[in-house]
């Protein structure tokens, strides 16, 4: 599925094909918290690299999360230098791999079945984790990937 996507002031736009469409994982980390903003959380999807096509990319910033070594993190926070809106994520860990933040996301998305709810040892004390039926909750990351998710719901789009 092609998804497209935009910052708040129109200033970069991009699109990518992803496979795993549905926004259903909110992490509620301080890096996603703090950068991505939202109900305490952010959504992020997962996308072919080779496919990202970005318009506007000189206004495209790099963030770097300092690890506790002082060290920089792997993943690397794309936003948009003039309105501050984050794009997408790009680990080189995981290089095949782009993970637009939803909330950048301008093509309607499928709405999920169910909620993974990760990291949430880290949220913030005013944050509400939902609770109940088709809520998940780990403390940290859970051991299935995006692609895991998606897959045995069948949900895998080609």
């Known amino acids: 599925m092609r998804l497209e996507g935009s910052c708040h002031c ?3 736009r991009f699109s990518v094909e992803s496979h795993t469409p549905y926004p259903y994982m909110r992490c509620y980390c301080s890096v996603c918290r703090k950068t991505a903003g939202g109900g305490g959380y952010a959504i992020n999807i997962m996308g072919d690299t080779e496919s990202l096509r ?10 770097r999360v300092r690890q506790d070594d002082g ?3 792997h993943a690397r ?4 230098t003039r309105c501050g809106s984050a794009l997408w994520v790009h680990d080189p860990r995981w290089g095949q791999w782009v993970y637009p933040f939803a909330s950048a996301v301008d093509t309607p998305l499928p709405r999920a079945p169910e909620h993974v709810n990760l990291m949430v040892e880290f ?3 005013w944050a509400q984790v939902p ?3 088709g809520e998940t909750t780990f403390p940290e990351w859970p051991e299935h990937s995006i692609e895991d998710w998606h897959r045995k719901r069948g949900l895998w789009r080609e």
């Open 77 to 80: 926070r794309h936003f948009c």
């Open 131 to 133: 609770e109940g039926a």
């Open 10 to 12: 129109g200033a970069v």
């Open 54 to 63: 970005v318009e506007g990319d000189d206004a495209v910033g790099v963030y």
């Open 71 to 73: 060290s920089p993190g």
């Open 123 to 125: 949220a913030a004390s």
